[in-house]
């Protein structure tokens, strides 16, 4: 959306969770629910965090309506600064949106971005992401694999566009392996593999972890690198370093912490193979910024990873939860020679200029069918 605002004007409104006893939940669990300045300018971006009414783990078929409540008094004051509500993700955000465009009378846009899965199992949520949807005047969803999901369940296909995310080049490109890994104290002959991402168990670092022991009979001197740390869904890093205690993996396993993105190219530049076996996907930008360091990944056969990674001589996509695929893939990946020009070059065609030019233009076309 930073590129977004480059062709077009663009406000933030980030609701933020609010609960009145959650300080008291801060004693035992010190990082819940940060709550930002009610207002901050990101480059350029005027973004603004109006609570809303949230109780920890209770009501959440509800959180929709009351993000869209607390939303209201900064829309309203901010309402002749813009025409359209663009929303991520179909439920709270996109359901938010929808009651808000009913309220203002301003059309909405939603974008599928994969959590859409594992929400319609429950029924109550299901529901809403659907009233969403049919009540949106544009989707669009980062996978045909998401969207064809969100058809199934009985959304309308010919409003759904498929835009995948996008690569920002700039900041990501390799560096010399042989600097990247003096700067890492990681030995130049060692094996590498990396993974990003929050410490939640949908990510599946405990899934490589397990594959490890066999990893290392083959290649004693291997080092598997976890970038990440905290995020909205948790953080199972204790349960991950007790998991590499028991193995005896202490020798093999880092964890670095979270990066910064500008940053992130430093780990992946050091490594020969990028590893997500995750559960859930939408549209992992994660993979085209491995690939725009030079990396091939290798990952599961969920949500659209296997459009991102659709080419042999990018990377591998198995089986989720099948141990020995996995296994046989980091193996045969540690060994094959890879063309990194070639899978560069697929990041950069996937750079978010072309991205952006497409949702512009679905912008604009919603807003002169207002302004007739």
């Not at 509500?85 to 909405?108: C, M, R």
């Not at 396993?253 to 076996?277: E, H, I, W």
Request: charge should be positive; hydrophobic fraction near 45%.
């Amino acid at each position: 959306m930073f590129r977004v605002q480059q062709e077009i004007p663009v406000i933030v409104v980030s609701p933020v969770p609010w609960f009145p006893f959650q300080g008291i939940i801060r004693y035992w669990r010190p990082h819940f629910r940060p709550q930002p300045d009610s207002y901050e300018e990101q480059d350029g971006v005027r973004v603004y965090f109006p609570r809303f009414f949230s109780i920890p783990g209770l009501l959440k078929s509800y959180d929709g309506f009351f993000m869209a409540l607390g939303s209201l008094p900064t829309l309203i004051k901010h309402r002749k600064q813009f025409n359209i509500i663009d929303a991520h993700f179909a439920y709270p955000d996109g359901y938010a949106a929808t009651l808000l465009g009913k309220w203002l009378a301003i059309p909405v846009t939603i974008t599928l971005r994969g959590t859409e899965v594992p929400l319609s199992k429950l029924p109550g949520r299901k529901t809403r992401q659907l009233t969403a949807l049919k009540s949106a005047s544009r989707v669009f969803s980062v996978s045909d694999s998401l969207k064809q999901h969100v058809v199934s369940l009985g959304a309308e296909s010919d409003k759904i566009r498929v835009v995948g995310n996008g690569i920002d080049v700039d900041k990501f490109y390799p560096l010399a392996k042989t600097l990247a890994r003096a700067e890492l104290n990681i030995p130049e002959d060692a094996k590498v593999l990396v993974s990003v991402g929050g410490l939640v168990d949908r990510k599946g670092f405990h899934r490589v972890i397990e594959v490890l022991p066999e990893l290392v009979a083959k290649h004693p001197g291997l080092i598997y690198l976890i970038v990440g740390g905290d995020s909205p869904e948790g953080n199972i890093r204790e349960r991950l370093e007790n998991q590499v205690k028991a193995l005896k993996l202490e020798d093999h396993v880092r964890f670095l912490g979270a990066y910064p993105s500008g940053q992130l190219k430093l780990p992946l530049s050091a490594a020969d193979l990028f590893v997500l076996a995750t559960a859930n996907e939408g549209w992992a930008n994660v993979f085209l910024e491995a690939m725009a360091c030079g990396l091939p990944v290798i990952t599961t056969e969920v949500g659209g990873n296997k459009e991102v990674v659709n080419n042999p001589k990018l990377g591998a996509v198995v089986p989720f939860g099948d141990s020995s695929a996995l296994l046989a893939a980091i193996l045969e990946g540690l060994q094959t020679v890879w063309d990194e020009s070639y899978i560069i070059r697929y990041a950069h065609e996937n750079a978010w200029d072309t991205r952006v030019k497409i949702l512009v233009g679905e912008f604009r076309r919603i807003a002169s069918t207002i302004a007739c």
